[in-house]
């Protein structure tokens, strides 16, 4: 089953903090997303776009644009579980 975000805080940083449906919390760091994928360059360079990032209706998608997102799976397996 694909895991559906419940919530998302901007923790700065390029850090967020993810709640998924079945109660399990995330830290997420964008940062290595940042230096490994050149879409996400846009992040740094884009003045406010950080700030701009949305789920989709299924909410298994946090994206940013139409270059920049992240399946909520990635999240769930790669984030650091925190309490």
């Known amino acids: ?3 559906r975000i419940k919530s998302i805080v901007d923790i700065d940083n390029y ?3 993810v709640l998924f449906d ?3 919390k995330v ?3 964008v940062a290595s997303d940042i230096q490994e ?3 996400f360059k846009d992040l740094l360079n884009i003045h406010g776009l950080w700030k701009q990032y949305a789920l ?3 909410r298994t998608c946090l994206y940013w644009n139409d270059h920049i997102d992240i399946a909520s799976d990635t999240i769930y397996e790669y984030g650091k579980k925190i309490d």
């Open 22 to 24: 079945d109660g399990k």
């Open 56 to 58: 989709d209706e299924s």
């Open 27 to 29: 830290l997420y760091d």
């Open 1 to 3: 089953m694909i895991p």
């Open 15 to 17: 850090k967020l903090e």
């Open 37 to 39: 994928v050149e879409a």
